[in-house]
């Protein structure tokens, strides 16, 4: 179907709006991509998202109690469990969105067949399914330690931020590089 210009009155061309339908395909396909992913990804397996939450407690407390043990003070701040967990966190939020898009691909293959979903949706759904996992899971241990922890230690909002964000837009670049490599190069995934 085509779209037919008005005559310009007054030196203007006037289109007709675009079908409302046709507007959110994207954002449908994505939610779509979305909500696949949470159930094959969290909903098969016993305990599913608590599994996200305690591994990196159980990484960090590891780290903070061995660590602990052969150090008087952490290198930075008052608290080793508060040290550990900010620099695991941002690099476990790098790793997983990393490997979750650059497997993008390959786990929607037999989605790209519908002509409403793209390879940028699959992209993005995974994209931002990980980014709101990884967050909620550094919010709940962050707020856990300040909790149960006690730490005089005062957070830098606006690092914070930037180092996520920035963790972000890198986990994103990697992850799209690598599964356009990932399909065109098969070792690529090998060496990776």
Same mark, same amino acid.
């Given at each position: 179907?085509?779209?037919?210009?008005?005559? !310009?009155?007054?030196?203007?061309?006037?289109?007709?709006? =675009?079908?409302?339908?046709?507007?959110?395909?994207? /954002?449908?396909?994505?939610?779509?991509?979305?909500?696949?992913?949470?159930?094959?990804?969290?909903?098969?397996? !016993?305990?599913?998202?608590?599994?996200?939450?305690?591994?990196?407690?159980?990484?960090?407390?590891?780290?903070?109690? =061995?660590?602990?043990?052969?150090?008087?003070?952490?290198?930075?701040?008052?608290?080793?469990?508060?040290?550990?967990?900010?620099?695991?966190?941002?690099?476990?939020?790098?790793?997983?969105?990393?490997?979750?898009?650059?497997? =993008?691909?390959?786990?929607?293959? !037999? /989605?790209?067949?519908?002509?409403?979903?793209? /390879?940028?949706?699959?992209?993005?759904?995974?994209?931002?399914?990980?980014?709101?996992?990884?967050?909620?899971?550094?919010?709940?241990?962050?707020?856990?330690?300040?909790?149960?922890?006690?730490?005089?230690?005062?957070?830098?909002?606006?690092?914070?931020?930037?180092?996520?964000? /920035?963790?972000?837009?890198?986990?994103?670049?990697?992850?799209?590089?690598?599964?356009?490599?990932?399909?065109?190069? !098969?070792?690529?995934?090998?060496?990776?």
């Amino acid at each position: 179907m085509t779209h037919q210009t008005i005559p !310009p009155q007054d030196g203007l061309t006037i289109r007709p709006a =675009a079908k409302p339908q046709l507007r959110y395909k994207a /954002l449908r396909s994505i939610i779509a991509l979305i909500l696949r992913e949470m159930t094959t990804t969290y909903g098969r397996s !016993p305990g599913g998202y608590f599994w996200a939450v305690a591994q990196p407690v159980a990484l960090i407390v590891v780290l903070a109690v =061995a660590f602990s043990l052969l150090l008087r003070s952490p290198p930075l701040g008052s608290n080793f469990i508060l040290f550990y967990a900010t620099g695991i966190l941002p690099l476990r939020l790098f790793q997983m969105l990393s490997n979750n898009v650059g497997g =993008a691909v390959g786990f929607s293959k !037999p /989605l790209l067949a519908y002509p409403r979903v793209t /390879l940028v949706d699959a992209l993005i759904a995974r994209a931002i399914l990980t980014v709101l996992t990884q967050l909620v899971v550094a919010i709940v241990i962050l707020v856990g330690i300040y909790v149960f922890v006690d730490s005089t230690d005062r957070l830098n909002f606006n690092a914070i931020f930037l180092a996520y964000g /920035l963790t972000i837009l890198l986990g994103v670049g990697i992850g799209a590089l690598n599964s356009f490599l990932f399909t065109l190069l !098969p070792v690529w995934k090998i060496i990776w």
